[in-house]
Nanobody, 121 residues
Framework: QVQLVESGGGLVQAGGSLRLSCAAS????????MGWYRQAPGKQRVLVAA???????NYADSVKGRFTISRDNAKNTVYLQMNSLKPEDTAVYYC???????????????WGQGTQVTVSS
């Protein structure tokens, strides 16, 4: 019903920058919160940043001042600008969206397939 497609991951040196994008498509009536999570090897998936439809944002303490989340509601797309990257930012990054599905008018929680971000020291 709803698909999330991420792009923008890769390998970068410490101190560098990357920009992740996630586009939602399918049977979408509206999208509430959108966010980015990450999962490092052997660790649980944790919230990195989230943004509501009204533009309110929330960040993990570890990324405050370095990462910026934004969204384009017209394109159903969320972005994560990551600056001053550190080796500890290395993880698979997942996009998440809470979507009101057009066909069912039910709220659903959807995930992207994940994109690898590797920061070398």
């Amino acid at each position: 019903q709803v698909q999330l497609v991420e792009s923008g991951g890769g390998l970068v040196q410490a101190g560098g920058s990357l920009r992740l994008s996630c586009a939602a498509s399918g049977s979408i009536f509206s999208i509430n919160a959108m966010g980015w999570y990450r999962q490092a090897p052997g660790k649980q998936r944790v919230l990195v940043a989230a943004i509501t439809s009204g533009g309110f944002t929330n960040y993990a303490d570890s990324v405050k001042g370095r990462f910026t989340i934004s969204r384009d509601n017209a394109k159903n797309t969320v972005y994560l600008q990551m600056n001053s990257l550190k080796p500890e930012d290395t993880a698979v990054y997942y996009c998440n969206a809470v979507v009101l599905v057009s066909s069912t008018r039910a709220l659903g929680d959807y995930w992207g397939q994940g994109t690898q971000v590797t920061v070398s020291s």
